[in-house]
């Protein structure tokens, strides 16, 4: 089995960083992507970032500029960093690894945190 430990999120002002942290865990083979989404409430669950191993990226035009996502494929981590942060970034913030292969040759599944809280308010 695989899981996903996300860490980092909290309150914090605006203008304000914050950085997220997504460890998986397992027998983890291969990761083909990871990255983060987030949803408010009321809100559909939508794509903040995302990184492949090769380490192509795929940002949300709300936070171009403003976040950056990382990867240690060795540890099968991942990390956003998020900077000049707003209240519409108030969201709880979700780490998926997608296409995760256990053996070479087994199907890749994909895996999702429990989600940490991110506020931005003053």
């Known amino acids: 089995q695989v899981q996903l430990v996300e860490s980092g999120g909290g309150l914090v002002q605006p203008g304000g960083s914050l950085r997220l942290s997504c460890a998986a865990s397992?027998?983890?083979?291969?990761?083909?992507?990871m990255g983060w989404h987030r949803q408010a409430p009321g809100q559909q669950r939508e794509l903040v970032a995302n990184m492949t191993s090769g380490g192509s990226t795929n940002y949300a035009d709300s936070v171009k500029g403003r976040f950056t996502i990382s990867r240690d494929n060795a540890k099968n981590t991942a990390y956003l960093q998020m900077n000049s942060l707003k209240p519409e970034d108030t969201a709880v913030y979700y780490c998926v690894a997608v296409g995760v292969k256990q053996r070479p040759l087994s199907r890749g599944y994909d895996y999702w945190g429990q989600g940490t809280q991110v506020t931005v308010s003053s």
């Open positions: 397992g027998s983890i083979f291969r990761i083909n992507a």
